[in-house]
């Protein structure tokens, strides 16, 4: 398995890389089209909502249909899975068509609720927040396609993932950020910033339309099934409703920071989104490259009840987040300053000063450190998935939430925003203690001694690399911004290096594993 899930995390990995550097671009071109303007501004609050159903959806329909289909597949019950299939994809298609059809006869109410907070500001006038609701009235409308399509890329990533199918789903991101880039030259010229709109809708359109071919290839018919009263589509909504209330919960972090750090003095809430920007990075390349191929094996495994692979899955997949998390939450530790300034810092060029970069890095640092909490978290949560038992991963949730706030009012007395930040790391400890506790009750010990060894080697990297980058910090001084981004890539490049050099010195094999099938990925393009 370890292979398996290892050349899955790889192509990942490399299609997220891709995917960041596209959105990134698509970004760019907002800004260069229309800055921070008043068009850009209606955008944002009407893509708010298909980007939410986005970020929400696809995540939540994989973890409640993989299990599903998985287990059929287990059981050589092929037919069976394509007929569910085909109930699942009706339920989706009418449930989002209905949702669409509502939105776009209350878009003129929910943008006049979206921007509810802009009424008593003095700096729009009543003619141009007319103008914005009429605006983003008419964006909203023509981006509400969307959320059939969003509820069929979720259909389709959760059943070529069942079949271990990881490269086309990812590539399906990647085709709708092209799609929208692609809008800028084409139909921003004519529509202005409806092509935006125009162009978001058809991006949603072409990255579900990119699966069909590996979907029909798998034997799957895209015929409608009105037959719902089964065991599997119960099952299926009795798995719905606590899915759906744990991926809620986990949305409440992103209102826990603004709201905590409101009252701490300007820029404070700013350098906590901008820290969560840089934090989320490795989260989002990483984490996400290894729960998603190991999860079907986590159903397979639980489905044939045999609970020592399963367990030695979920140790593996600790150890793979173990050696690739330490090293970031010891950059982000030693030089965080180093790395706001390589993102956000222009010199005199911009508006982010250095205030901005000590505030932010303050942040960024206390975040840093509870990294690799929020790994294992998810990864237990999708072991809990596996067994189709989500009422955990819900209290698991709601208690690392609760803590995350009440550590939170400790620590900003002492730390001000650094102490929300410290505060959010407490909680996503919490969760991962929780989860651990429930999970050894249910399956019995999991951790295997494999993993404290792992642990002890990748400490051993961490502490060698950690005293390089503070000495190459602390005694190192160089003038001019650009000077200092070069050296600060140079400095993250020696240090990941540094770090895998003494894995390798103490033999660890999944760090051998790792360099391996990137190198081999290198050779690859190389030879072609």
Not at 233 to 260: A, C, D, N, W
Not at 264 to 293: D, S
Not at 355 to 372: D, H, K, P
Request: hydrophobic fraction near 55%.
């Amino acid at each position: 398995m370890a292979q398996t899930v290892l050349r899955s995390a790889v192509v990942i990995m490399i299609v997220t890389l891709v995917g960041r550097v596209v959105g990134l671009l698509r970004e760019m071109l907002l800004a260069n089209s229309f800055a921070v303007g008043f068009e850009a501004d209606v955008y944002r609050y009407a893509f708010a909502i298909p980007n939410t159903i986005f970020l929400f959806v696809p995540g939540a329909l994989n973890a409640i249909f993989v299990p599903s289909i998985k287990s059929m597949l287990v059981e050589n019950r092929q037919e069976e899975a394509r007929t569910l299939f085909r109930k699942m994809l009706t339920v989706i298609t009418i449930i989002y068509f209905i949702i669409m059809v509502l939105g776009m006869v209350f878009s003129r109410e929910i943008m006049q609720a979206m921007t509810f907070m802009q009424q008593g500001s003095e700096a729009i006038t009543p003619q141009q927040r007319a103008e914005q609701l009429e605006m983003g009235t008419r964006m909203l409308q023509i981006m509400w396609p969307s959320a059939v399509f969003i509820g069929l890329i979720g259909v389709f990533q959760a059943t070529l993932n069942a079949h271990q199918q990881f490269f086309i789903p990812q590539v399906s991101t990647v085709i709708n950020a092209i799609v929208v880039c692609i809008a800028y030259p084409l139909f921003v010229p004519f529509y202005d910033i409806y092509g935006v709109a125009i162009g978001t809708t058809l991006g949603f359109l072409f990255a579900a339309a990119s699966m069909v071919y590996s979907i029909r290839k798998e034997q799957y018919s895209l015929k409608l099934d009105f037959a719902w009263n089964t065991v599997e589509m119960r099952k299926i909504g009795e798995r719905f409703i606590p899915i759906m209330l744990g991926s809620l919960v986990t949305q409440v972090y992103s209102f826990i920071h603004p709201v905590l750090a409101s009252g701490l003095g300007e820029g404070r809430v700013a350098a906590l989104g901008y820290a969560n920007i840089i934090y989320q990075l490795p989260m989002a390349i990483f984490v996400a490259a290894f729960t998603l191929p190991i999860y079907p094996y986590l159903v397979e495994y639980f489905t044939k009840n045999e609970m020592d692979k399963m367990k030695r899955a979920i140790t593996e997949g600790m150890q793979y987040l173990f050696i690739l998390m330490v090293p970031v939450i010891v950059a982000l530790a030693v030089i965080p300053e180093q790395l706001v300034s390589l993102l956000f810092y222009r010199g005199g060029a911009g508006k982010f000063d250095l205030e901005a970069v000590t505030l932010t890095a303050t942040a960024l640092m206390f975040l840093g450190l509870g990294l690799f909490f929020l790994a294992a978290r998810d990864l237990l949560t999708r072991a809990f998935y596996a067994m189709e038992n989500t009422k955990i991963t819900v209290i698991a949730a709601v208690i690392g939430i609760l803590v995350n706030i009440a550590s939170s009012l400790v620590f900003m007395p002492y730390l001000s925003h650094g102490g929300v930040a410290l505060g959010t790391t407490v909680g996503s400890l919490v969760n991962m203690l929780v989860l651990s506790f429930f999970l050894r009750r249910h399956i019995g010990p999991f951790i295997q001694r494999s993993f404290w060894v792992t642990a002890v080697k990748t400490v051993a990297g961490a502490i060698v690399m950690g005293a390089v980058l503070y000495a190459a910090t602390a005694f190192v001084s160089l003038q001019g911004v650009w000077i200092q981004k070069i050296y600060t890539v140079f400095l993250i490049g020696a240090g990941a290096g540094l770090f895998f050099a003494v894995l390798v010195l103490l033999r660890e094999p999944l760090a051998l594993q790792i360099i391996e099938r990137f190198a081999g990925k290198l050779l690859k393009r190389k030879r072609g």
